[in-house]
């Protein structure tokens, strides 16, 4: 009896499908097409099983719609740039193309080893000249647009990486998310942006085409992160220093402004060292200042944090009461959010509760609720926030209204009058893309003393970076101190120029790749349009949560301006969207750095890609967190080793015999019995592949139907070779996309000379899975006192005599008269008696 050696199968079954092009597709509007794609990995070291769970899920997906019959695209690139590789290089000596390229080899030599079926025709690399050509493009057409621009703004620096993080590197209240041990400054730099905010409105709007596609949590992360909010800025005169222009705040609750009891500023708000000038606490505003800013508080920790603030020694007018109210600096103001001032309504916003509270500032409440006893700003133990269920009180001619009639009739007083306006806002700010190091898209622009700055005309693209840069990872932009590509001739003017010397963020490379693939060598555009009117939007994209906000909003943004452009049909660019569980190995994700990864290579190696694969998709709904258990992976090992065992012990027999079609009538009972089993688990695992994604359960029918297949030996007694056949072949076709090396292996084994992946996905047999008995529950009264096996469709009169005759429902019916019997056929008989 052979033995089963994924070694030796693995690599044979991977060379067939690569020389039969098994994977390869190309548009065919003759075939539904399904565009599944997984998020196209960081080539950081090497491959671990933790990756491979979200390559397993998209490539059980990919073969069972080819199995379906549809046209499948299903490629596979590298998001090659990125900081890391540069500091790799500094690191280790080395050009960041090399560390990079050395990292594909490698990434590329797993996937391969899994035989997950990408067609490798299209795969792309962002960090090659041809790919972020485009990138380049792009920005030259968003710059015609008015949708690219350059402006000073101030940045999170990171002195060790020499380079401007987003809001969201910066942890740990103010640390670099790379160098944990470094904090991060700000600076006031001159930065090129993207006006992602131009489509704020649609990108909130369009959320409303993603549900049921998406999943809820993201859609709320991407809603709150855009963060609209309709209100009124308001204009609060300097009382001390009457030279300055009125602090605007904008706020959505102008209801509540008669009991602001101070204004709160943003420690970054460029009118704080105005304030604190000539101000009588100048010098410790100044001290507490400077450690506000070191511990600035992010907006996801704005609720949690501890508040904290100086007093300015300075006031403003309050220009509905006339009141006085002091100015304070908070570290839970932000300056990205509004105008980096709030009004401080401790009555009715918990954060300024507690500021206010912390500081003994007054508390004023100023909207009483509609039932139960009046508010008492000095014993208020928490703030009063349900303003529907309130009315104005303290408030002046205000008095009385709803807090809604309130808002509409001071916002348009406060216009008619010339301190305010009524105004929508948004969370949402520009993206920033400069970044000053050297492996990313270099920005495609000149700098020229006679004409300003000039784009980089088409015909001269791409920008290419310059082959030795002076990696230092210290001081300026590595770019910015290489000459030969600093230099330049002005496009419009022949004369001395200088290259922009940023290059872009690297989310630039990933929020338009997916639709590079649909045309990768195409060198006069992205893409043809036609290609991928074809291919999109993509019907199922798979990848972690932590991408939840920018990669996916990004990506939205872009889509939106190559509709805009002309280049694509439709707003969306990814239809359904699947955010996998990750991999934990004593109780943490698997990660290099802490020490717990299992190689993804060493792995296949000695239990076999199929093992592996069948193991990550087993051990937990593909959703949730999966726990890394060696145990685990040995019982998937042994498991595919008995489905060998078992096929290699009848196939020799059964390779010249034809499948048959059967009459239900004609079964004996051991084929009846079996076909049953095989055909309920194709019902079941056709629905969990089709519409839940338990491929966990799946494979668990699977393995009880092994099992069944086992206990029935030798099955060369009472069964028909046609059916053994079609017991085998069903169970070899339902593993096939979970595992396909296997499958093909015992597909061949089984006599076919046409390999597996030329079968469609079988359809099961109402009739062979339709049960001859099933259990139903029998009340008395409505109680339930016992169950019955009756024939499927067993007449009424036949079923109520059993019961009768049961043990355990007799006691109960026996002497008493029925009165009446509702009995639903298969599903229940109810006696009523008396």
């Known amino acids: 009896m052979a033995e089963y050696n994924p070694q030796s199968i693995e690599p044979k079954w991977q060379k067939r499908w690569e020389d039969a092009r098994v994977f390869e597709t190309e548009v065919d509007p003759a075939k539904p097409k399904y565009y599944v794609l997984e998020m196209l990995p960081y080539p950081s070291g090497t491959l ?12 059980v997906v990919a073969r069972v719609k080819r199995m379906r019959g549809f046209n499948v695209l299903h490629p596979m690139g590298w998001d090659a740039f990125g900081l890391p590789a540069e500091n790799a290089a500094i ?59 350059r402006k000073k703004s101030r940045v999170n620096w990171c002195p060790k990486c020499c380079t401007v993080l987003a809001n969201e590197q910066v942890i740990n209240g103010g640390y670099c998310w790379r160098h944990e041990d470094t904090l991060v400054e700000v600076r006031e730099i001159k930065q090129w942006f993207l006006k992602t905010t131009a489509y704020a409105d649609q990108l909130l709007d369009d959320l409303k085409q993603l549900e049921g596609g998406w999943p809820d949590r993201v859609i709320t992360m991407q809603r709150n992160w855009i963060g609209k909010s309709q209100g009124a ?138 039932e139960g006893a009046a508010l008492d700003g000095e014993t208020l133990m928490e703030p009063f926030e349900e303003h529907q269920q309130g009315k104005l009180a303290n408030s002046g001619a205000y008095n009385g209204l709803s807090p809604d009639e309130a808002i509409a009739k001071m916002g348009a007083d406060a216009e008619a009058k010339g301190f305010g306006k009524r105004e929508t806002i948004f969370r949402l700010r520009d993206w920033g893309i400069s970044r000053q190091r050297y492996w990313g898209t270099p920005i495609p622009v000149i700098y020229c003393a006679k004409d300003g700055m000039v784009p980089v005309p088409d015909k001269d693209l791409p920008v290419v970076l310059p082959p030795n840069p002076n990696l230092t990872g210290e001081g300026e932009s590595p770019l910015a101190t290489t000459p030969e590509f600093v230099n330049t001739t002005c496009p419009k003017c022949g004369g001395p120029a200088r290259r922009e010397t940023d290059t872009m963020d690297t989310f630039v490379d990933s929020s338009w790749y997916f639709y590079r693939y649909c045309d ?72 290099k750095s802490k020490g717990n990864v299992v190689g993804a290579h060493e792995m296949a190696e000695k239990f076999g890609a199929d093992t592996g694969r069948l ?146 996905w079988p359809a099961y047999s109402e009739e062979f899975a339709r049960e001859d008995e099933v259990e139903i529950p029998v009340q008395v009264n409505g109680k339930v006192r016992g169950r019955l096996k009756v024939t499927v469709g067993a007449k009424e009169d036949a079923v109520v005599q059993l019961a009768q005759q049961d043990s355990t429902i007799a006691p109960h019916v026996t002497g008493k008269r029925l009165v009446k019997r509702i009995y639903v056929p298969d599903k229940l008989l109810n006696l009523v008696v008396a």
């Open 233 to 370: 800025r308001v204009k609060f005169a300097v009382a001390d220093v009457p030279e300055l222009e009125p602090i605007e705040v904008f706020t959505t609750r102008i209801d509540t402004i008669f009991g602001a009891t101070a204004l709160i500023l943003a420690p970054n708000h460029p009118y704080v060292a105005k304030l604190l000038e000539s101000s009588p606490v100048r010098h410790h505003g100044e001290a507490m200042l400077a450690r506000l800013k070191k511990s600035s508080v992010k907006a996801e920790d704005i609720a949690t944090a501890e508040k904290e603030g100086f007093f300015t020694g300075r006031h403003v007018t309050n220009p509905f009461s006339g009141e006085k109210l002091p100015i304070w600096v908070g570290n839970f103001v932000l300056m990205e959010y509004g105008t980096g001032a709030i009004m401080a309504v401790p009555a009715h916003d918990v954060r300024d509760f507690e500021f206010c509270k912390k500081y003994s500032l007054p508390i004023r409440v100023v909207v009483q609720p509609l």
């Open 520 to 591: 990768p060598h195409n060198d006069k555009a992205p893409f043809d349009s036609a290609k991928v009117r074809y291919w999109f939007p993509i019907d199922q994209y798979i990848g972690g949560i932590t991408h939840a906000i920018l990669h996916l909003l990004y990506s939205r943004f872009w889509c939106k301006v190559m509709r805009d452009l002309g280049l694509v049909n439709h707003d969306e660019p990814i239809k359904r969207l699947f955010t996998q569980g990750m991999v934990l190995k004593g109780g943490t994700a698997m990660s």
């Open 91 to 149: 690191k280790n000596k080395t050009h960041p193309r090399e560390w990079t390229n050395k990292n594909i080899a490698e990434f590329q030599r797993t996937l391969r080893r899994f035989g997950f079926s990408y067609d490798w025709r299209r795969e792309i690399s962002t960090c090659e000249p041809e790919y972020y050509k485009w990138n380049q493009w792009f920005f030259l057409r968003m710059l015609e647009k008015g949708l690219a621009y």
């Open 48 to 59: 671990h099983m933790g990756h491979m769970r979200n390559y397993a899920i998209g490539d």
């Open 615 to 760: 193991y990550t998709l087993f051990a937990t709904q593909p959703e949730k967190d999966l726990e890394w258990s060696e145990e685990s992976i040995e019982g998937a090992w042994r498991f595919l080793n008995r489905v060998f065992r078992l096929v290699d012990r009848h196939a020799e027999k059964l390779r010249g015999v034809s499948l048959a079609t059967f009459a239900a009538a004609s079964l004996n009972e051991k084929e009846k019995v079996l076909l049953r089993k095989a055909h309920q688990t194709l019902r079941r695992v056709t629905a969990d592949f089709e519409t839940r994604w338990h491929f966990n359960s799946a494979i668990a029918l699977v393995m009880e139907l092994t099992n069944e297949l086992y206990a029935a030996e030798p099955l060369e007694e009472n069964i028909r070779p046609e059916a053994r056949r079609e017991l085998l072949e069903l169970l070899t076709l339902m593993l096939a996309p979970m595992t396909p090396h296997l499958s093909e292996e015992l597909w061949e084994m089984l006599g076919h000379t046409d390999g597996l992946w030329n079968s469609r």
